[in-house]
């Protein structure tokens, strides 16, 4: 069965700091570039950053880079999100997705909620 599940979130003050995982199972994690997706409150789907599969290149939205980390174990199947520097707008649920190419996905986790407030 192929599936992500995401764990890590909460509660979180402004200026925070926050680590969101991913547990990938079913399909080889080793081979395949990995997203996380977010969705802010009444808004769209908004995309963070991207792995490839040797987890030797990422690439961040503007809006999170220089305060996430994305990285990847890919002896233990698991992925990460490291978040510094949490502002009330990282506000969102946070989705891992498997990257199927072409700007989409085919595997989606639960979602992790991520609230930033004092």
């Known amino acids: 069965q192929v599936q992500l599940v995401e764990s890590g979130g909460g509660l979180v003050q402004p200026g925070g700091s926050l680590t969101l995982s991913c547990a990938a199972s079913?399909?080889?994690?080793?081979?395949?570039?990995m997203s996380w997706v977010r969705q802010a409150p009444r808004k769209g789907l908004e995309w963070v950053s991207d792995?490839?599969?040797?987890?030797?290149?990422?690439y961040y939205a503007d809006s999170v880079k220089g305060r996430f980390t994305i990285s990847r174990d890919n002896a233990k199947n698991l992925l990460f999100l490291q978040m510094a520097s949490l502002k009330s707008e990282d506000t969102a649920v946070y989705f891992c997705?498997?990257?199927?190419?072409?700007?989409?996905?085919?595997?989606w986790g639960q979602g992790a909620q991520v609230t930033v407030s004092s």
């Open positions: 997705a498997k990257v199927l190419g072409g700007g989409s996905y085919d595997v």
């Open positions: 079913g399909f080889t994690f080793s081979s395949k570039t």
């Open positions: 792995i490839v599969s040797d987890g030797g290149t990422a």
